[in-house]
């Protein structure tokens, strides 16, 4: 019976000494996604995947402002062949669809690549691949309402041109409603290309049940350019605002987004709508 009680000391004795080897290598935990993966659709969320885990996005939008008329005899040949250029990429963006994928590196690391392609007068191909690497800054162990992540990265079009890229991207939350901000800059390698394309977007959604949220979105592209830059055949930049719902199943491992409105520019308005869906596994 005393052999008994000492086997059982010393199980328990050492029982507790693993527990507290096993306590000493537990890691804080990274920042992760909450909520459904990406659910805006003109903003990119800042919260990270979780090391290991992989998401893929596809989507495709209509973009229904007309490219802006062109007055030849008020263009010399050189700035009416790259108006002409920049009035083709305006036209490039009237139809779109994309593939995104991304996996958590560890430590609010994540790595996202892209494909975008588009209907270039009256062909659909490709337009732009992109890859990007992006670091959440707060970690998740701080229990803050907020997140902040910057990121890097490098993109090519159809023609060859290759750009550098950068992003920051804010994103709070209180309750049921979730804000996102972003700031987006790239320097296309181009001849006669302004330094740096500028590109803004802010949303907002509100978890209305747990698999149903709604809210607005706001971007702004193109905004470098000037509604009196004598080089812009545009006029401007343009401004995208409308309603996004989203829809979520699979404990947010699913996810559907779709949103409307208008696209507003220097030279008239006109309707857009996209929609994504995203698996995260």
């Known amino acids: ?7 059982w000391t010393l199980g328990l ?10 306590a000493t290598v537990v890691r804080p935990s990274e920042p992760v996604v909450t909520g459904p993966y990406q659910p805006y659709l003109m903003s990119t969320s800042p919260r990270a995947l ?6 893929i996005e596809l989507g495709g939008g209509f973009d229904g402002l007309a490219p802006p008329e062109l ?9 009416l062949e790259e108006a002409l250029e920049e009035r083709a990429r305006d036209a490039t963006d009237r139809g779109t669809a994309w593939w995104e994928s991304a996996v958590g590196l ?24 992109r890859a990007e690497v992006r670091v959440a800054t707060i970690p998740e162990r701080l229990s803050l309402p907020v997140q902040l992540t910057l990121g890097a990265g490098w993109a090519v079009d159809a023609r060859g041109f290759h750009a550098l890229t950068g992003v920051l991207a804010f ?6 409603v979730d804000v996102t901000v972003n700031a987006r800059l790239a320097h296309v390698f181009e001849p006669e290309r302004d ?8 949303g907002t959604l509100v978890r209305a049940t747990p698999w149903l949220r709604a809210g607005v979105e706001y971007a702004g592209v193109e905004l470098e350019e000037k509604p009196d830059d004598e080089d812009a055949a545009d006029g401007g930049g343009r401004h995208y605002v409308g309603p996004t719902v989203v829809l979520s199943a699979m404990k947010d491992h699913l996810r559907f987004s779709v949103g409307g409105g208008a696209v507003v520019a220097g030279w008239g308005v006109g309707p857009a709508v996209q929609g994504s869906a995203a698996w995260q596994f």
Do not use: K
């Not at 979780?50 to 998401?55: L, R, Y």
């Not at 994103?171 to 049921?176: H, K, W």
């Open 71 to 79: 007055d030849a005899d008020d263009l010399d040949p050189d700035d």
């Open 106 to 129: 560890g430590g609010g690391v994540q790595l996202e690549t892209g494909v975008r392609l588009g209907d270039r007068q009256g062909t659909f191909g490709l337009v732009e691949g």
């Open 1 to 7: 019976m005393g052999g008994a009680r000492w086997v």
């Open 171 to 176: 994103a709070g939350e209180a309750g049921r």
């Open 13 to 22: 004795v050492a029982g507790v000494a693993v527990a507290g080897d096993d």
């Open 50 to 55: 979780a090391q290991g885990s992989f998401a």
């Open 195 to 202: 330094p740096v394309d500028v590109r803004v977007s802010a």
